[in-house]
Each structure stands twice: as C-alpha cells, then as structure tokens.
T-cell receptor, first 110, second 113 residues
Framework: GQQVMQIPQYQHVQEGEDFTTYCNSSTTLSNIQWYKQRPGGHPVFLIQLVKSGEVKKQKRLTFQFGEAKKNSSLHITATQTTDVGTYFCAGSSNTGKLIFGQGTTLQVKP | KAGVTQTPRYLIKTRGQQVTLSCSPISGHRSVSWYQQTPGQGLQFLFEYFSETQRNKGNFPGRFSGRQFSNSRSEMNVSTLELGDSALYLC????????????FGPGTRLTVL
C-alpha cells in the first residue's frame, strides 16, 4: 500500500540554526499537507502543496513539493525555541485518504 | 467560533470491553475524520464522514466503526478492546470535501488494561 516516509526522526539544533525535514512517498501524490504538533498538543495544519515543483513560504518556513510529486520538504531558517514540536507531512492520493509520515521531532537549544 | 471538541478526554478500559468516543466539529463543518496516534505507528487514518456517509476508510479491523449524525457530530466505536488499541484518538473537521484545512480536536486518550 501507499507509504510516506519522513526523515530524520529527531533533530536537535542550536537556536539560530536551520532545520529541514524530508518526506518521500512510494506513489505519486495528489497533494501534500504539513502539520505541526506541539508537545502534549494536537496537530495544527500549516499548508498544502498541490502543484509539481511548488514552493511556498510562511515567514521562516519554506515548503517544497517535488517535480514528480513524490517528495516534499520543510525548511526552517534560523530556528527559534517556539519552533519546537513534531512536524508531520501527510500525502493524499487520488483516493482522498491522508497518509501521514512518522514525523520529525525538533528540539531547539536556546 | 468554538473549536473541535472531543469527549471524554481520558478513558481507561479493560480488554474485551467496548468504547464510544464522541466528536463535535466546528459549527458549519460537515466533514469529520478520525485518526489513531501511537508512538510506534504514528498518525493513522481511521475513517472520514461527510454528510452522515462514510467517504473513506483506513486499514483498521472491523472492530473500529463510526457514524455521523445529521448535526455533523460523530462517534467512533471500538469493540472487543485489545491492549494495542491504547492510543490518542483524534478527530478533525473541515467545511466540505473541497476545503483542505482540517482542524483537530484535543483527542481522547484511551488506555486499555
């Protein structure tokens, strides 16, 4: 069945350093969504990417969707302690089901 | 606008019992999805309901079922509980099938002893 792999599983960075998490799907996706979950909280929708090669920015966050629509990345520039949490990608195929990656947990040392 | 609410927030059951979890979506939202979150398996899609009809289903056994009422509130039921069913059960709502952004509730933490 469809699988979405996400790496790395954990990342510890010093405040001010950059951070990137990568997502790869075993099949071509219709779209990909990104979520953030703070410790003890619930996932919060960040963005959706639909078009091949799409790049979207939200302040210090940059989201990319691969040309083949099978991979995606989230890059955070100059991390802050407020960026701490687990970042999930979720891919949707033409069936409409959302398949989540395992998430990348980000720790930021002040 | 009130957010997605889930009841109960915490639940302890024993193996073999059954459980019903409730989700009230944001007012005006007609789509409700359910997810199971565990440390080992991550976030897994259970099912989605839209206008009282199940529109999508994940790969879970038949012990997991759900339904949606005319006011869009949804319930999920797990029968014959197993230890592995211990998880955080999250529900998420969105306005319609075309709307992307879904809003998650705080979840119900189910512990099966």
């Amino acid at each position: 069945g469809q699988q979405v792999m996400q790496i790395p599983q954990y990342q510890h960075v010093q405040e001010g350093e950059d951070f990137t998490t990568y997502c790869n799907s075993s099949t071509t996706l219709s779209n990909i969504q990104w979520y953030k979950q703070r410790p003890g909280g619930h996932p919060v929708f960040l963005i959706q990417l639909v078009k091949s090669g799409e790049v979207k920015k939200q302040k210090r966050l940059t989201f990319q969707f691969g040309e083949a629509k099978k991979n995606s990345s989230l890059h955070i520039t100059a991390t802050q302690t407020t960026d701490v949490g687990t970042y999930f990608c979720a891919g949707s195929s033409n069936t409409g089901k959302l398949i989540f990656g395992q998430g990348t947990t980000l720790q930021v040392k002040p | 606008k009130a957010g997605v609410t889930q009841t109960p927030r915490y639940l302890i059951k024993t193996r073999g019992q059954q459980v019903t979890l409730s989700c009230s979506p944001i007012s005006g939202h007609r789509s409700v999805s359910w997810y199971q979150q565990t440390p080992g398996q991550g976030l897994q899609f259970l099912f989605e309901y839209f206008s009282e009809t199940q529109r999508n289903k994940g790969n879970f056994p038949g012990r997991f079922s759900g339904r949606q009422f005319s006011n869009s509130r949804s319930e999920m039921n797990v029968s014959t509980l197993e230890l592995g069913d211990s998880a955080l059960y999250l529900c998420a709502s969105r306005t319609s099938g075309g709307e992307v952004e879904q809003f998650f509730g705080p979840g119900t933490r189910l512990t099966v002893l």
